[in-house]
Structures are given as structure tokens and as C-alpha cells.
């Protein structure tokens, strides 16, 4: 990180007023924002605050809250990774442990929004990014009772963006069996914690990270726990200080396991497996499926980006981030593709600074005119 001191929000130029509109199409600014942000997680904040920090008008569209993908972890969830590894904008992140915990990291990351007075379009889904001349019309969906404060029309709101940023991550995308059941109440796709489920039958589906950390924590606190798993046994790449735990308390018997095992349905009171040994019926009370994640592809190739079928990766230069499509940046873990265990935010921290280098060279080269005529920056 830089050693320059960061300038407070009130010395850096105030948000673009969006008062002005295309007569042509009324929800659309008639000044287009220098960027455009899909995501406001991490990554996405990354990529505001460099904006504001080099004076470009910048704006980030989540259709959830702020970091919804960290208000998601577990709820006393700690990071393995070190503090000064999840800093982003030259902000320190100052508290005194090593490792932060899920709150201190959803405090932190609202300062830095705070700190550099990112504008929020929050609770507010980006439906289309489309190409308009030179720009890119950007098609959004406030939340339900959001509508009004947005100013949406009766088919969303418009935005104009010289660029876009796709910084959406593939947390929302759950991973589904496909199973008759999988939507009833005691099924679910997140763990959060233990609590409720002390002296209860649960049965977790997967043997990945998520899963490991959820059978320990629930069976630390009371539940019986059941791990079913497609494989011969838990996946190579859990993490090394996890493996030997969850592995010495599957060969002791504290938790179950069901391995060559898939579900076939959930009912009530049961989940309903097939075994190398035939069918069987496992009592439960509670479900979690947690078999991964996949990002939003079929957004992306909406938007005009190449993504492998294979991988789904998606097309884009690993020096400025940009697509296919020029002027549209893929961030942070969307680049992975299906590999979530690849990309981090301590190893995408810097990709903010790429793209918001490559687009002041882009707007440089537009010439003069386009240079001088963004009056209300922010």
C-alpha cells in the first residue's frame, strides 16, 4: 500500500448531482458517470474509492446491502487472513487482533465508504448493461418499497456510464441439488451458527470448507451431525488446520458420515440418501447444503462477455481487468469462474487500480473536450 495519507470525503469533489437527464430517455443522466460499478462487496468498494481518488464520478448498484456477501458469513466467523491482507484504499485496518472477525470486517469496509463518500445505489439490481454510442446504458430495478426514493419508471431506472465494472462475486449463487424438498424451510444454502439447532438431527450435504467448518461448529455445540458427501471422503483442498479435525472426529464416530452418498429428497423429519449399500432414510431436523458457489454467467454473457463454458471464466486482460468488451471490467472473484477458491479479496485488492488506471488512459485519449466537460465529478 502507498504511504500517502487518504483525503477525507469532505475534500474530495462532491457526488455528481443526476438532476440532468437525456430528453430522449428521462431516467438516463444526460452526463454519463466515468464508471459504473455492478457489486458493492469489497471488491467493488475497492474500485469506488480508487474512482473518487483519481476524480472520476463513480456509483455502485448492489440489489442487496452493503457487503451482503460478508453479512452472510457465520456470525462469529474470523478470518484466516491477516488484517493488513484485507485493506483496501490506503485505509489501515486498525484494531488490535491479527485477525479480523465477520463484524470488525463489515465495519471496516463501511468506513472506507464513508472515508471517501462512495455514492450507493443499494437494494437496487442491475437488469441490463447495453452498449449506447460511446457509452454503456445501464438498466436497474429498485427493491420493492424503494421504488419511489429511486425515481425508477414503471420499466426500472437508466443510468449512463462511459465504463462499467462487473464486481458481483459469486456468493449469491448458490449451489442447488435439484432435489424434490430443497425449498422447505428447514433446508437451507448458508450456515450462520449452532444456536437453534442444539440437540437436533442435522444433516449437512458437502465436505468442502464450508461444510467442514459448519459440522465442527454445530457438533461443538449439541447437534448431531450427519455428513453427506458424493465422494470417497472429505475434499483434498479443505483447509490444513480443518482437514485433520473434521477427519479425527468422522473416525471416532462423533460425526456421521455418508460417503459414495447422494441425496434423493428431503422430506419432513428425514432426508432421503442413496448409499453404495441402497437406500436410506436419515432423521433430521435441520439441513444445510453447502456444495459451493457459481457466479452469475448468464449476466455476464447478457452483457456481451465471453465466458467459458468449461471454466466460466470470462474473457478479460489480467493487466487492466477490461472484458471483450471494451470499457466493461470484470473484478475480484468473478474472474475465477467456477474455481471460488482461487481469487480472494487479498489477491484482487489491487484491482480497483488497474481499472481505474486503464480508464483515465482511455478518457485521456477521447481528447480535451471529454477531459473537461465532467463538471460535477464524484
Known amino acids: 500500500m502507498s504511504d500517502s495519507v487518504p483525503a477525507p470525503a469532505e475534500a474530495l469533489a462532491p457526488a455528481r448531482d443526476p438532476a440532468a437527464l437525456d430528453p430522449v430517455n428521462p431516467l438516463a443522466p444526460l452526463d454519463p458517470l466515468d464508471l459504473l460499478v455492478v457489486g458493492a462487496g469489497p471488491t467493488g468498494i475497492a474500485i469506488g474509492a480508487d474512482a473518487r481518488r483519481a476524480g472520476l464520478s463513480v456509483l455502485l448498484v448492489d440489489r442487496g446491502p452493503l457487503t451482503a456477501s460478508i453479512q452472510e458469513y457465520p456470525t462469529f466467523m474470523e478470518f484466516f487472513t491477516t488484517r493488513e491482507r484485507l485493506e483496501i484504499a490506503d485505509i489501515p485496518f486498525a484494531i488490535p487482533e491479527d485477525k479480523p472477525t465477520r463484524r470488525q470486517a463489515l465495519v471496516y469496509y463501511r468506513s472506507v465508504v464513508e472515508r471517501y463518500g462512495i455514492p450507493l445505489a443499494l437494494f437496487e439490481e442491475a437488469l441490463e448493461v447495453r452498449r449506447d454510442g460511446e457509452d454503456f446504458?445501464?438498466?436497474?430495478?429498485?427493491?420493492?418499497?424503494?421504488?419511489?426514493?429511486?425515481?425508477?419508471?414503471?420499466?426500472?431506472?437508466?443510468?449512463?456510464?462511459?465504463?462499467?465494472?462487473?464486481?458481483?462475486?459469486?456468493?449469491?449463487?448458490?449451489?442447488?441439488?435439484?432435489?424434490?424438498?430443497?425449498?422447505?424451510?428447514?433446508?437451507?444454502?448458508?450456515?450462520?451458527?449452532?444456536?437453534?439447532?442444539?440437540?437436533?438431527?442435522?444433516?449437512?450435504?458437502?465436505?468442502?470448507?464450508?461444510?467442514?467448518?459448519?459440522?465442527?461448529?454445530?457438533?461443538?455445540?449439541?447437534?448431531?451431525?450427519?455428513?453427506?458427501?458424493?465422494?470417497?471422503?472429505?475434499?483434498?483442498?479443505?483447509?490444513?488446520?480443518?482437514?485433520?479435525?473434521?477427519?479425527?472426529?468422522?473416525?471416532?464416530?462423533?460425526?456421521?458420515?455418508?460417503?459414495?452418498?447422494?441425496?434423493?429428497?428431503?422430506?419432513?423429519?428425514?432426508?432421503?440418501?442413496?448409499?453404495?449399500?441402497?437406500?436410506?432414510?436419515?432423521?433430521?431436523?435441520?439441513?444445510?447444503?453447502?456444495?459451493?458457489?457459481?457466479?452469475?454467467?448468464?449476466f455476464e454473457r447478457s452483457c456481451g462477455v465471453e465466458?467459458?463454458?468449461?471454466?466460466?471464466?470470462?474473457?478479460?486482460?489480467?493487466?487492466?481487468?477490461?472484458?471483450?468488451?471494451?470499457?466493461?471490467?470484470?473484478?475480484?472473484?468473478?474472474?475465477?469462474?467456477?474455481?471460488?477458491?482461487?481469487?480472494?479479496?487479498e489477491n484482487s485488492r489491487d484491482h480497483g487500480a488497474r481499472i481505474v488506471r486503464h480508464l483515465q488512459a482511455r478518457l485521456a485519449a477521447a481528447g480535451p473536450l471529454l477531459a473537461t466537460s465532467r463538471p460535477n465529478r464524484g
Open 307 to 345: 465466458v467459458d463454458p468449461a471454466t466460466l471464466i470470462p474473457a478479460f486482460d489480467p493487466e487492466t481487468c477490461e472484458s471483450n468488451v471494451p470499457g466493461l471490467y470484470i473484478a475480484g472473484t468473478l474472474q475465477a469462474g467456477r474455481y471460488t477458491d482461487r481469487i480472494f479479496i
Open 137 to 298: 446504458l445501464v438498466r436497474s430495478r429498485p427493491a420493492a418499497g424503494w421504488d419511489a426514493a429511486a425515481g425508477a419508471g414503471p420499466h426500472g431506472r437508466l443510468r449512463r456510464a462511459r465504463a462499467v465494472a462487473l464486481a458481483t462475486g459469486y456468493f449469491a449463487g448458490n449451489k442447488r441439488l435439484g432435489v424434490a424438498g430443497e425449498d422447505l424451510p428447514w433446508v437451507r444454502h448458508r450456515y450462520r451458527e449452532p444456536y437453534p439447532h442444539f440437540a437436533q438431527d442435522v444433516v449437512i450435504v458437502g465436505a468442502g470448507n464450508t461444510a467442514a467448518e459448519a459440522a465442527l461448529d454445530l457438533w461443538r455445540n449439541g447437534a448431531r451431525v450427519t455428513l453427506v458427501h458424493r465422494g470417497a471422503h472429505v475434499r483434498p483442498g479443505v483447509k490444513y488446520w480443518l482437514k485433520p479435525d473434521i477427519e479425527n472426529r468422522l473416525a471416532e464416530g462423533s460425526i456421521r458420515a455418508r460417503f459414495n452418498s447422494v441425496v434423493r429428497a428431503f422430506h419432513e423429519g428425514a432426508v432421503e440418501i442413496e448409499t453404495a449399500g441402497g437406500p436410506e432414510s436419515l432423521p433430521a431436523q435441520a439441513a444445510f447444503v453447502l456444495i459451493g458457489y457459481l457466479p452469475d454467467v448468464e
